[in-house]
């Protein structure tokens, strides 16, 4: 049977409606509008029915609206496991679990899940900002939890949130303890669903006319990346991605299985070295500097120089990096791979194969042939833009007879057909090229909109030559990035900031932002054991880091608890059980001793029936002893003058009291 101190009551439920409504508005924009506009209705119902004290719902109703809710779930997702649908399914049943609870038990239940809740955003980001709003969302969520200790009376907004407060500050040193020293493990705690790494743009392992220009749009961060010493000119900057070697007329497509031999080939300068943070893009290539020098741990190299996770990249990596800018590829190829370089498909872009074959025969040799081309597209009428027309059956003999302008994968899906064209093996290199210093974090960041393909080409003697077609139609891409490089008409879609003080703002978040990654996302197992190792603690297995994470727990813990202790001694008594204590050690003295499992009135019972002559002042002492102390006021001296008066009438009984 429910007790009246188990009942809940409207402030309680205030608090829980406002901390489930903060927890479930960052997915407001994430889960379909008919589930928000369902969790708002039950949410006001019980709201509606809390304040005109009305019964709950009949269990029928909660599990017909519940089967509903799933069948929506299922129609809109396809499924009901998965990240998205069962965050969604989450939502609707904690705002379900709303309408049957009655007791303060379900609202511990509740505060539970709604902490649980808090976690599920970060399967969606984890930003500064986003974890700034969880640690408020907690705060309340705690705040909410200290409130339904008091079953009589509000505490008080401020007192709670204070309280709060206090709470997670006590908990931070023991938090950051559990960060740094909790044993790390390769990859995530759990395995995350695949609709985890849906809508993540960045490149793929083919192109068509238009896939790269998509990503102009795209003002997301692809990776940063931290010099050891001076950062290198832009038009040096060519970051190497998926290399593209089949062509159907159409797309250039990857291989399917790349071969994991690495070319050998002969620097022509000194290496450089940097750091490389690549956010997660749900595929297994890395990014480095045309030409890579080392392979990143549980990393290969393919014989086309691309580097290769063991995994698909579904979390935020940091890698070392060395990188030669300048080198010569003169390994010989295989004779599958010059195979490879030549196909094209049969009677796709005839008047292409015309044109190269016409040039071809009026150039001295391959190296004349190749800069007859690249002059055919720096001195005719070709064009650098980021919204290209639309390209059909024959699209680089469209490029090349009509259209005449065409971003970067045109202009490399040209070129690289021209050379198979004449006999000279060629091959598309996807990646990214130049990047945007930022001066306040002195780092390089470098953006889905920096996108870029460029073409190697084979040359006897010199192996696998690097040539970029698009530097031959607009210098200005390579040597100040995109945004110098289209015109002026298609500035607004690059979503660049021409306002200086608007621009170091942006910097300066970026830089923040970048340090969070380093310090706080990026903090793996790797570098746990590098920190362990610059403490002393060579050695940093689990064993050890669990040993030392108890131990300083442990410690923190015996610390906390003694300035409790100390602040406790140091608080002002409660002239209540001051009063009271007095009165018990009175009675002591007669030999009618209280009991510790004793409470007050089973004491008064007691003592009034083993010394009757002072019964009444007793009961008199217990009543006011049991009202002060159990009463809709307890423990708020400052409530009324009627309290007050109380108070001074106790503490004159007990002192004129002879037992």
């Known amino acids: 049977m429910m007790t009246a101190s188990d009942r809940l009551h409207r402030h309680h439920i205030g608090w829980l409606l406002l901390a489930l409504m903060l927890v479930i508005a960052p997915h407001g924009e994430r889960v379909p509008w008919w589930i928000i506009l ?15 004290g009305l019964q709950l719902p009949r269990k029928w109703l909660l599990i017909l609206i519940a089967a509903g809710a799933m069948g929506g779930i299922y129609t809109s997702y396809g499924r009901l496991f998965g990240r998205d649908p069962g965050v969604t399914l989450l939502l609707i049943m904690l705002a379900l679990k709303l309408l049957e609870m009655a007791t303060l038990r379900d609202a511990m239940v509740m505060i539970f899940l709604c902490y649980f809740l808090v976690i599920t955003n970060f399967l969606y980001s984890q930003s500064i900002p986003t ?13 909410t939890m200290i409130g339904f200790q008091y079953r009589t009376r509000q505490p008080g907004y401020w007192y709670q949130l204070r309280s709060s407060g206090i709470m997670l500050l006590q908990s931070a040193p023991l938090m950051l303890v559990l960060f740094v020293l909790f044993p790390r493990v390769q990859g995530p705690l759990w395995g995350m669903p695949q609709d985890a790494f849906a809508g993540m743009s960045g490149l793929s392992d083919q192109m068509s006319p238009g896939s790269l ?81 080392r392979v990143p741990p549980r990393s290969q190299i393919s014989n086309d120089h691309q580097l290769l996770y063991q995994t698909a990249v579904s979390n935020r990596m940091r890698y070392d990096m060395t990188s030669h800018l300048k080198y010569r590829d003169n390994a010989e190829p295989g004779r ?86 004449a006999r000279i093996p060629a091959r598309i290199v996807t990646g990214y090229q130049g990047g945007e210093l930022n001066t306040v974090g002195n780092y390089l960041t470098v953006r ?79 570098r746990q054991v590098q920190l362990m190792r610059r403490v002393g603690i060579d050695d940093a297995t689990w064993r050890s880091l669990v040993m030392v994470m108890f131990t300083a727990t442990g410690g923190i813990t015996l610390i906390l608890a003694a300035l409790m202790l100390h602040k406790l001694r140091a608080l002002r008594p409660d002239p209540v059980v001051a ?57 708020d001296t400052t409530s009324n003058a009627a309290h007050a008066v109380d108070i001074v009438q106790l503490r004159h009984e007990v002192k004129t009291f002879r037992a």
């Open 336 to 421: 599958y791979d010059l195979r490879r370089a030549l196909q094209l498909p049969p009677g796709s872009n005839p008047r292409s194969a015309e044109l190269a074959g016409k040039m071809r025969n009026a150039a001295v040799d391959e190296r004349a042939y190749i800069s007859a081309v690249l002059g055919m597209f720096r001195n005719q009428n070709f064009f650098y833009t980021t919204v290209p027309p639309l390209l059909h059956e024959n699209p680089v003999d469209e490029f090349l007879f009509s259209a005449r302008a065409g971003f970067c994968e045109h202009y490399a899906s040209a070129f690289a057909v021209l050379m198979r064209s």
């Open 131 to 143: 974890a700034l709003y969880m640690l408020c969302v907690v705060w309340v969520t705690t705040a």
């Open 213 to 293: 220009s998509n990503l102009i749009l795209s003002d997301e961060i692809a990776f940063r990346v931290s010099f050891t010493e001076k950062i290198p000119p832009l038009n040096q900057l060519y970051w190497r991605g998926p290399v593209l070697w089949d062509f159907n007329g159409y797309t250039w497509t990857a291989p399917r299985m790349a071969y994991l031999v690495r070319r050998d080939y002969q620097p022509l300068a000194d290496p450089i070295e940097y750091t490389v943070t690549v956010e997660p893009h749900s595929r297994r290539w890395l990014f480095a500097l045309d030409l890579p020098a």
């Open 38 to 52: 369902l969790a708002v209705a039950l949410l006001a119902w019980r709201l509606y029915l809390t304040y005109y």
């Open 579 to 635: 009063a009271y204590a007095r009165f018990c050690r009175k009675l002591a003295r007669r030999g009618v001793t209280r009991h510790a499992s004793e409470g007050p009135d089973a004491f008064r019972r007691r003592a009034s029936a083993a010394r009757p002559t002072l019964a009444r002042a007793i009961d008199s002492i217990s009543a006011l002893y049991i009202r002060l102390r159990y009463g809709d006021t307890a423990g």
């Open 448 to 526: 889905q909109a920096d996108a870029h393909a460029w073409v190697e080409v084979w040359l006897a003697g010199d192996g696998w030559v690097r040539v970029d077609p698009t530097a031959a139609v607009s210098p200005a891409r390579v040597e100040a990035g995109v945004a110098a490089a289209v015109p002026q008409s298609e500035m607004r879609a690059l979503m660049r900031v021409d306002f200086e003080w608007l621009l170091e703002a942006r910097l300066t978040w970026d830089s923040l932002a970048n340090s969070w990654n380093q310090a706080v996302l990026g903090y793996s197992q790797e």
